[in-house]
């Protein structure tokens, strides 16, 4: 494991002393040093607080010996574009189960959303939120459930919410296909996705209301990626009633009146 020299390489880099990284992370600088030092072992917690710091994947911080990396591989990894950024090896899903030892289906409503952005990966704050199951869902997926709010996503209505599959292998993401993201920024934003990560490093997110402009958000700003899988409303989508669609419907109740005139 090559967490305890690749903090303090990574430290060097920056040009940040012990005190200063400690403080950051809001520890002892004698802590600090017994992980660079390798005499103490770093639990998950503090795995996610060196991988937010650096911006550099846990599995990164543990399996790969930055000291021997390339002036331009360092400057690829520290741009975001990283050979482990694959969802849970990027962060440690945190989850909960039932006493049946299944995955529940957490709930993240809209007053819970702010608190996500910043407690996505604390096992104590996701235990917190309201749990269900839904015996219909695959027992071998992991899925979560959103509420999402504005106007655009419709038909899909304000306020739905959103059940989706936990997405690990972000190369799987699939263009075309509607996604809710956890974005460093924006918070959580459900979108139609054009993947293009490994090309340029970057999702293309676009909008099923026609009103809103697609934009591209950077590989570095994504935290978790869900697929969606259904959706729950009290409203009804509103009906497309444009002029094309209601000609569409006259023609073809014309037809059908022909026929039961010829039937006749």
């Known amino acids: 494991m090559y967490f305890h020299s690749n903090i303090k390489f990574l430290r060097k880099r920056k040009r940040k002393t012990q005190d200063d990284v400690a403080l950051k992370l809001d520890m002892k600088r004698s802590t600090l040093s017994g992980y660079?030092?390798?005499?103490a072992q770093p639990n998950i917690p503090v795995l996610i607080a060196f991988s937010d710091y650096f911006n550099i994947s846990i599995d990164t911080l543990i399996k790969v010996d930055m000291t021997k990396l390339s002036e331009s591989q360092m400057v690829e990894l520290e741009n975001g574009f990283d050979v482990y950024m694959k969802g849970t090896k990027l962060r440690v899903l945190a989850?909960?189960?039932d006493r049946e030892n299944n995955e529940n289906i957490e709930l993240v409503h809209e007053k819970a959303k702010a608190g996500y952005m910043r407690g996505f990966a604390d096992p104590d704050f996701i235990s917190e939120l309201p749990k269900?199951?839904?015996p219909f869902l695959s027992k071998e997926k992991k899925y979560r459930t959103f509420q999402i709010?504005?106007?655009s996503m419709l038909p899909i209505p304000d306020k739905s919410w959103i059940t989706a599959e936990f997405i690990q292998d972000w190369e799987n993401v699939k263009d075309n296909e509607s996604y809710i993201i956890l974005t460093l920024d924006d918070g959580i934003v459900f979108k139609v996705i054009e993947n293009k990560?490994?090309?340029e490093r970057k999702l293309r997110l676009h909008s099923?209301?026609?009103e809103y402009k697609?934009?591209?958000l950077a590989i570095?700003?994504?935290k978790e990626i869900w697929r969606f899988t259904h959706f729950i409303s009290h409203q009804l989508p509103e009906p497309d009633m444009s002029k094309t669609s209601i000609v569409e419907k006259i023609v073809y109740l014309q037809r059908e009146v022909e026929k039961l005139k010829n039937g006749i």
């Open 132 to 134: 269900f199951q839904m």
């Open 149 to 151: 709010s504005g106007d």
């Open 214 to 216: 697609s934009y591209d």
């Open 95 to 97: 989850t909960t189960i």
């Open 36 to 39: 660079e030092n390798e005499i």
């Open 208 to 210: 099923l209301n026609p």
């Open 220 to 222: 570095n700003e994504i």
């Open 197 to 199: 990560l490994l090309a």
